[in-house]
């Protein structure tokens, strides 16, 4: 167990509809990073947000946005959604940034019909 | 920009025998390098890290790294495979520099199966 949790597990749902994933970091983690697992694009980093402010963007689309509450969760909301959006997507926290671990969630697998 | 290259997405060895996975990487910047592993149904778990101190890297359950600059690699190996090691590896690189946020960029991953 990472102390990262992640809600829900599992999510099915159809095109063009929003969906809203959380995530509660490890207690004392100020980071928090959002990842997307998919058969044919692989792990990619989304974005990051430390102590409450974005600090880092990636491949995210503009349908998907995300924010950290000052309780420190997360949450990413993804938007018109897509068949092409079903995916893993992970929570990862770490204490900040640079080489400190980042501590993985379980995940939550989006399906899109 | 940063890059990472798994050779092989599938590896396969005997029990017992020795494991290789392949990582190279791509930095215009010191970079910090990880080793992840991913079990079936979970999250990814931190096997060893790289940050610019031993180049030789020991990590959990017997495994180690080695980096190489002129090489650019960052490859993982262990002596021995046991079938609990059966599993997904992630190489992944993070920018060492000053404004490192530590966001990964991953590789492909490679998928490494153990034969009894």
């Known amino acids: 167990d990472s102390g990262v949790t992640q809600t829900p597990k599992h999510l099915i749902t159809a095109t063009g509809q929003r969906v809203t994933l959380r995530c509660s970091p490890r207690?004392?983690?100020?980071?928090v990073y959002w990842y997307q697992q998919s058969l044919d694009q692989g792990l990619q980093f989304l974005i990051q947000?430390?102590?409450?402010?974005?600090?880092a963007k990636g491949n995210i689309l503009e349908r998907f946005s995300a924010q950290q509450f000052p309780d420190l969760h997360s949450e990413l909301n993804l938007s018109s959604l897509e068949l092409g959006d079903s995916a893993l997507y992970f929570c990862?926290?770490?204490?900040?940034?640079?080489?400190?671990?980042?501590?993985f969630g379980p995940g939550t697998r989006l399906t899109v019909l | 920009a940063q890059s990472v290259t798994q050779l092989g997405s599938h590896v396969s060895v005997s029990e017992g025998a020795l494991v290789l996975l392949r990582c190279n990487y791509s930095?215009?910047?010191?970079?910090?390098l990880f080793w992840y592993v991913q079990y079936p149904n979970q999250g990814l778990q931190l096997l060893l890290k790289?940050?610019?101190?031993?180049?030789l890297v020991k990590g959990i359950n017997g495994f180690e790294a080695e980096f190489k600059k002129s090489e650019t690699s960052f490859h993982l190996t262990k002596p021995s495979a046991h079938m609990s090691d059966a599993a997904e590896y992630f190489c992944?690189?993070?920018?060492?520099?000053?404004?490192?946020?530590?966001?990964?960029?991953f590789g492909q991953g490679t998928t490494l199966q153990v034969k009894p």
């Open positions: 990862a926290s770490s204490l900040s940034g640079g080489d400190n671990e980042q501590f």
């Open positions: 930095s215009s910047v010191p970079p910090y």
């Open positions: 947000y430390y102590n409450g402010e974005e600090r």
């Open positions: 790289y940050t610019s101190a031993a180049t």
């Open positions: 992944a690189v993070s920018d060492g520099g000053s404004s490192n946020t530590g966001k990964l960029i």
């Open positions: 207690s004392g983690d100020l980071s």
